[in-house]
């Protein structure tokens, strides 16, 4: 089981200067204990005018500062929306690149296509074909790193033959992901070869569900890249206490600010008729989480807050799942003090981790 | 947390409609013909007009419907609403600014029975091959023409109506007071077109919404449905957030 950490970067009104780079700068210290203490990722999203949930419109110069002040944490894009209004491809393919490049090749790319209007909307993006852009980009990133020149004629974007500079550090490219949160996007991973990085908090039976097809299908994949990425990752939120009390009532109030942060967001769904969102993806799940008579119970299900034993049991169901990584979200409107953050990743280090590490730290963990 | 209303509805409750219990019957209103239009306004020209209780949509929209029920318990009418995008709590709803019904009966009866801010007025709803139209009149001024251009077919799952809040005056525990009552029509489709709003007139201070101006087209639908206006189950305290100032009224529809 790999652990990660994954920033939405939300931050509280009123805004001010510095509270926006107090914020970020508890996210780098945040990362830079993460590196000493042995996780493996830090993802970053991207997204654009989603006031208070997330600030984090620039993810690839947060992830290089990250980059720049760690040693072995691998930085992850998480996701870079493959929509044309939102990022030209062969933007993409350069600034992913000179990430990997700065980073000593520590890259993962996640894709993805948006799911809110607010977002879509403000770029004046068709939602109707956002599936079919990201499906065009996921295969032409790729060839972009790998081939010496590049030319292409598609149906959302095409170039005559140029060298696209500079090529990924990594050979033959960085690992490549999909977000995961409407209903059969799993497959849409597995079928290009793609990891799964699972962004929504449904409960262990849909989860098992949705790896055991993942699995199923990607052993038949005709893959975008290079090489197949089988992983699958999820999302949890993190708050790891001494006390069992403490530690879920505050990772409670963690999950139930996200949450009712999250519901506030216009799906697409909610306001643009289309059959490319059918799927309300997962803020039917926050909603429940946040508001419904059965809040309590979905909220604890599998969520990484309590002591460390409660944790410990809450990842080995995951790991019982199939599941290969982790992702925590530790803040939402800065309700964890910064102090108790670092807490619960230095108690979460060093109680946990190492029951889930191989070799000499599993060792020492089961003596 | 999310920016809430700012609205304080009990400071004019003599300008709310008034119910007289919160016992309305339900009306089923077989095969209605549903246009409804999506439009993103300014954030500044909607200040003022979301109760306390709610939170806004980021990014500000409202909803222009123009509906025909050709069947209901006061007879065939056409109604024309206008809704401001909000939140109550963690849910998408539209709260109504303002409506107007093509007779007085329903006008009367949605006022008196769901709390809808409604006047009588002429509403036309009309269908042609490359629009659905419709057109709204109130003492001799036309407030309302808007259209649906160039329908294409959807599916109705594509389609997703969100629930009405409305303000008004109603008894409870005792004692007749303003509060926001939530209207929850349920849908079953026959059939769902999608295309271009356009608004060729738009008089916003006859909406009750006076700063409103339209400014980006989101998308509009046309449907026929089989749809109802429930027994109302929840209604808010209109100066208390969503999560803490809700009753529940009645458990279900299973009541009906």
Redesign the interface.
Known sequence: MKFGLFYEISI??PWTPEKERTVYNNCLEQVKLADELGFDHVWAVEHH?L??YSHCSAPELFLTACAMVTKNIQVGHGIVVCVPEFNHPIKIAEKTATLDILSGGRLHVGTGRSAT??EL??FRANPDITKKSWDEFVRCLPKMWMQETFSYQGEFWSMPERTILPKPYQKPHPPMWVAVTSPGTEIDAADRGLGSLGLSFAGFDEQEKKIKEYRRRIKSCEPVGAFVNEQVATTNFLFCHEDEKTGVEMGKRLGN?F???A??L?ST???????SY?SLGLLPA??RA??GPDASEQQTEGMAYGDPARIIRAVKKWESLGVDCINFILNA?EVVPQDQVMASLRLFAKEVMPVFAKGPAAKVAAE | MPLYGTLDITANARALPTLANLDTEAWTLPKAEMLQLLIEVPRSTTEGLLPKAMHPALPSYVILAVTRYSESPVGPFNLAVLRLGSRAGAHPRGFLLGAVASTDAAARELKGRWGLPVDAGEVKFLRRHDRVMGTVTKAGRTILDCALIDPQPVAGTDVQYINWVTAANAPLDGQTQPMLIQVDPKYTFYKAERGKPQVSTFDAAAWNAPQVTLADPIVGTCSTVDTDLPRIRFVMDPLKPVFQGTRRIRESRADE
């Not at chain 1, 769904?269 to 059959?275: D, K, W, Y």
């Open positions: 509280p009104r005018f006031e208070e209007w607010t909307g403000g600010t949450n009712y942060l519901t506030q216009i769904r909610e306001v643009f008729s289309s059959p059918q926050l909603r946040a508001t409107n």
